[in-house]
């Protein structure tokens, strides 16, 4: 018996499987490169480091935004322990009862603005479960999320941009901003994730913990470090990664080129928008200030509400699913289609106030 099965186990390790022959092809392939273009190799690992050392080190790293990263963990988790979550929900629950739609749902969006997206999911994932969402909903949390923007600090100096080039900030922030935390859940409660459920005050736990002032101040820095360290800059090293290998082949000058011209199509600042798209969204509406001169205003409207979003792509393709699969119930291929969802949804928003709100500000 024993014969018999090991013989059934070597003519299986005999067939070729498919990683075995891409295996071989880059085994004969480097052996080729070696001998014709032996820099060749030295060369892509060095254009690929020159591609995410200025994004993990000089972002994240050295500069504020990953002291901003953890600070937001610790205000998120200092907010919970005041009562901010209790309070959202009494505010939100007449609204949502209305919808047929667990109102735990706007959270991750609120603790977006006030903190980082990367908290939000840290700190509104098991909010969630506690909450008893459905998988739908936690989704529409996803996708509602990625309609606020990333950290406090954009709102501010997006507010700012307007004010350099003499945009009236109200009615962009309230459409685009505040409406969608309300629209989108709405929107996608009747269409995709159709799995919602109504929720009375009753039914819901408290969400502030119990835990002690200085405890919470100290576990939160720890767990801000955690998460810029084991989670943020993985994830975008790992996109600049792929990015970088697309520059040593040659195919990215023409994606950047092509985002750019799709960009101002959209009514999109191009520089600053590939910026939000593939650096900071801080850092983008940072350069909408300092370049008022320059700019055709008509673009600017547009650049903001792109800025003030789930962007940058690294962490929608990367921190958010890993972020939310630890937090939720959710596994990472649903998280990352429901940002996904959430990002078109956002860029249809773009073009919608970019084209009709624009004519009224400019």
């Not at 003519?11 to 032996?38: C, D, M, N």
């Not at 739908?136 to 709102?155: H, L, N, R």
């Not at 800059?233 to 950047?256: D, N, Q, R, T």
């Not at 593939?278 to 008509?298: G, W, Y």
Request: with cysteine; charged share 15%; aromatic share 10%.
């Amino acid at each position: 018996m024993e014969k018999e099965q090991a013989s059934v186990s070597n003519s299986s390790r005999l067939k070729w499987q498919t990683f075995e022959v891409i295996g071989i092809l880059l085994v004969v392939g480097s052996l080729i490169l070696l001998l014709f273009a032996p820099n060749s190799l030295s060369t892509l690992f060095e254009t690929i480091i020159k591609e995410v050392k200025p994004i993990v080190v000089d972002i994240f790293l050295t500069s504020e935004v990953g002291i901003a990263i953890i600070v937001s963990v610790i205000v998120g988790r200092l907010l919970e322990r005041l009562g901010f979550t209790d309070g959202l929900i009494r505010l939100f629950v007449p609204i949502m009862k209305w919808f047929k739609i667990n109102p735990s749902v706007i959270i991750p969006s609120v603790y977006n603005i006030l903190g980082d997206i990367n908290a939000a999911g840290k700190i509104s994932g098991p909010i969630l479960v506690k909450a008893n969402a459905t998988k739908a909903e936690q989704k529409i949390a996803v996708a509602t999320m990625i309609q606020s923007p990333q950290s406090f600090a954009t709102f501010v100096l997006g507010l700012i941009a307007l004010s350099a080039f003499n945009i009236n900030a109200f009615p962009l922030v309230i459409l685009s901003i505040f409406v969608p935390i309300i629209a989108v859940p709405f929107l996608l409660s009747r269409t995709i994730y159709r799995d919602t459920k109504k929720v009375e005050l009753e039914e819901l736990p408290r969400f502030t913990p119990a835990t002690k002032f200085s405890q919470t101040i100290f576990s939160s820095a720890k767990e801000g470090v955690e998460l810029l360290f084991l989670i943020i800059i993985p994830a975008v090293a790992a996109v600049f990664f792929f990015i970088g290998a697309l520059k040593f082949i040659g195919v990215w000058s023409f994606i950047e080129s092509g985002l750019s011209s799709v960009l101002t199509y959209l009514s999109i600042e191009p520089a600053t928008g590939i910026v939000s798209i593939l650096a900071a969204p801080t850092l983008a509406v940072a350069q909408l200030a300092d370049l008022a001169s320059t700019i055709d205003p008509r673009l600017i409207v547009g650049s903001f509400v792109l800025a003030n979003s789930g962007l940058p792509l690294s962490v929608i393709f990367g921190q958010v699913p890993v972020t939310w699969a630890e937090t939720s119930s959710l596994n990472e291929r649903e998280t990352l289609e429901a940002a996904i969802i959430g990002m078109i949804l956002r860029i249809i928003t773009v073009c919608v106030l970019g084209y009709f709100l624009t004519p009224f500000l400019v």
